[in-house]
Every structure is written in C-alpha cells, then in structure tokens.
C-alpha cells in the first residue's frame, strides 16, 4: 500500500518535471486584465469592502489602506479554479507570484486605458502597487449632486506633486472610491 504511494507521488513529481513549469505561463490578455481589474476592486462586491453599512455611515469619508495580503488572497482564489490535483496546487505555488506580479503591472495601466490615454513607456512593466495603496471611500449626498468631482490626494510633506490615481470611480449613486498609489496624508 506505502509503495503505491510512493509510486504516484513520484509519477506526480517527474510529471510535473516533464512539464517544467517554473516560469510564468503564457496567459491570455483577457485572463491578465480580469486579474489586473481585480487588484483595483474592480467587481468586487461592495460589502466585501464595507461589511456593515455602519461603517460607512450617510455624509461621510473612510480612509484605508489595501491589504496586498487581501489582493494576493482574491487573486489567489480566483486562479484556483479547476484545481483539482496536488500537481496542479504545486504549479500554481510555482508560478503564482509571477502571475501576481504581471497581475499589479498591468493595474497601473487600467485607469489610463479606460480614460483612453496612452500608456507613457515609464508605466509599462512597473508595479505601482509596490509600495503602499490606500484610498477612501466616500459617502455623500455630494456624490450624486455633483458630477465631475476632482481629487487629488498628497503625501507627506509634498503638496506639490499629486499621488497617482489608480481608480477613482462612484460605486453608487452616493458612494465614490479612489485608490492611490502610496498613503494619502492630504486629500483635496
């Protein structure tokens, strides 16, 4: 019984050896852009966000860090779809931070993209989400009373140059999210 075991295990092994899969597959754009969307909270339901409306309570702004552990988690699960084999879990360990990666470059080109910018070629191949990305969410009459609103979010010490917008779109008719790269010390 123990050598049978052996014997698969090791099948699994050198199967998965045949294959090589240590680098980053090749994967289709539209995969890419869905898990790009993704790390902005593009369709991610809004209570997986504010889990209780008292938390965003009427006339109000929240500010929050992303969690990368909570990005890497929803990447995560959404890439384990159609795992069904212990084979299949170690290619994902193998390659799933190299797929991540390529995941956080391609969301720094998702809000140019939808305002049909072009890409500048210092943004291509960078991950913007490599350092700190927090937000807020705003809950406010304003939202829907006034289109058209601007930010713009400083850091520290530096009122000069303006964070960079990662999303800044209304999730509702009162409420409005925006994502920056680095922490927002100053929102105007």
């Known amino acids: 019984m123990e050598q049978s075991w052996l014997a698969a295990n090791e099948e699994q092994k050198n199967l998965f050896d045949y294959f090589n899969w240590t680098g980053a597959p090749d994967i289709p754009e539209e995969i890419l852009n869905s898990l790009a969307r993704w790390v902005l909270l593009y369709d991610v339901p809004f209570p997986y ?30 890439m384990s779809l159609g795992r069904s084999y212990t ?5 994902d360990c193998r390659v799933i931070d190299k797929v991540m990666d390529r995941a956080l470059c ?3 080109l998702i809000r140019p993209s939808l305002q049909k910018k072009e890409r500048k070629p210092s943004e291509v191949g960078k ?5 700190a990305v927090s937000g807020f969410l705003l809950r406010s009459v304003m939202v829907s009373g006034w289109r058209g609103l601007e930010f713009k979010a400083f850091e520290e010490g530096n ?3 303006p964070l960079r917008a990662l999303r800044l779109e209304t999730l509702g008719t009162e409420v409005l999210l925006g994502l920056y790269a680095n922490e927002i010390k100053k929102l105007v």
């Open 49 to 78: 966000m504010a889990v209780r409306e008292e938390m965003l309570p009427p006339e109000s702004i929240r500010f929050f860090f992303l969690d990368k552990s909570y990005v890497a988690a929803l990447l995560d699960g959404a």
């Open 106 to 108: 391609e969301s720094s």
């Open 127 to 131: 991950n913007a989400l490599s350092g």
């Open 87 to 91: 084979i299949d879990y170690q290619h």
């Open 159 to 161: 009122d000069k140059e």
